[in-house]
């Protein structure tokens, strides 16, 4: 028991920034991300023994934060209502590296919208695998996939740009 749990720590050392990237995209919000990766590792813990291949931890962690991510958002009241104004868009220093500007436009999608987005160019997941993990048909994964990517195309223009960068 105390070799697993060593084992578990340095695991846990080793993966966690990049655990906690992911836990990010899927939240929005770092201080829920911190909750989430840690929920997702108190379940890995109490599984850690019966888990063959190490080498598909980070997945089973991952899949477990999308699940519990789930659960969480099905839990919750409907806080955050859509807009049809977009707000007001900052001046850019340098267009060609926007990493953090794609992180705050998908931290502004509403729950189910940044879920699908991650599950589904994150994760690599199918439209029918993300309708089976949330729960919905593969309709609504694809109408609520396209109208996040289509607010974050708006998210991501130039002022005075009429097309979104590319």
């Known amino acids: 028991m105390i070799a697993s749990h060593e084992e578990f720590r340095e695991y846990?050392?080793?993966?966690?920034?990049?655990?906690?990237?992911a836990a990010n995209q899927l939240t929005g919000n770092p201080a829920d991300a911190e909750d989430l990766l840690q929920a997702a590792l108190a379940k890995t813990y109490v599984a850690w023994d019966r888990i063959q291949d190490?080498?598909?931890l980070d997945g089973y962690v991952r899949r477990a934060m999308?699940?519990?991510?789930?659960?969480?958002?099905?839990?919750r009241k409907l806080e955050e209502y859509p807009s049809?104004?977009?707000?007001?868009?900052?001046v850019y220093?340098?267009?060609?590296?926007?990493?953090d500007e794609l992180e705050n436009?998908?931290?502004?999608?509403?729950?189910r919208q940044?879920?699908?987005?991650?599950?589904?160019?994150?994760?690599?997941m199918t439209e029918p695998e993300i309708a089976k993990a949330l729960g919905i048909s593969v309709g609504t994964v694809k109408s609520t996939v396209s109208r996040a990517m289509a607010k974050l195309r708006g998210d991501l223009l130039i002022p005075g740009?009429?097309?979104?960068?590319?």
């Open 66 to 75: 999308v699940n519990i991510n789930i659960s969480w958002w099905r839990r």
């Open 12 to 21: 846990v050392v080793t993966r966690g920034s990049a655990l906690l990237r």
């Open 105 to 111: 436009a998908l931290r502004r999608l509403p729950a």
């Open 161 to 166: 740009q009429r097309q979104p960068l590319g």
């Open 54 to 56: 190490r080498a598909a």
């Open 114 to 124: 940044r879920t699908a987005i991650v599950l589904r160019y994150y994760e690599d």
């Open 93 to 99: 220093q340098d267009p060609g590296h926007r990493y």
């Open 84 to 90: 049809d104004e977009i707000p007001d868009i900052p």
